[in-house]
């Protein structure tokens, strides 16, 4: 089994910094991608930022040139750091990964955990 465990969410003001970290756990081969997806209060789901294993990465374009997304491939981590945050950031966010155990390839959730941009 694969576990993603997710932290650094919390209560921030307008224009302040978060940053998110996500480990993955488990029987791991490989991992292809690994990213952060949001969900606001009413909303779907949408996808923040995704880091390929070669290094790219794709960010939706409200967040470009404010979120910044990293990998650590020897600890099988991803962060996600926010800065400039807006109110409307608030969500909760979610770390998914595609990640192959040796046998086939499945895309795994963590829990979520909650953003909050308010004054």
């Known amino acids: 089994q694969v576990q993603l465990v997710e932290s650094g969410g919390g209560l921030v003001q307008p224009g302040g910094s978060l940053r998110l970290s996500c480990a993955a756990s488990g029987r791991i081969f490989s991992i292809n991608t690994m990213g952060w997806y949001r969900q606001a209060p009413g909303k779907e789901r949408e996808l923040v930022a995704t880091?390929?294993?070669?290094?790219?990465?794709n960010l939706a374009d409200s967040v470009k040139g404010r979120f910044f997304i990293s990998g650590d491939n020897a600890k099988n981590t991803v962060y996600l750091q926010m800065n400039s945050l807006k109110p409307e950031d608030t969500a909760v966010y979610y770390c998914?990964?595609?990640?192959?155990?040796?046998?086939?390839?499945?895309?795994?959730w963590g829990q979520g955990t909650q953003v909050t941009i308010s004054s």
């Open positions: 880091i390929y294993s070669g290094g790219r990465a």
């Open positions: 998914n990964a595609d990640i192959n155990d040796g046998r086939a390839t499945f895309r795994y």
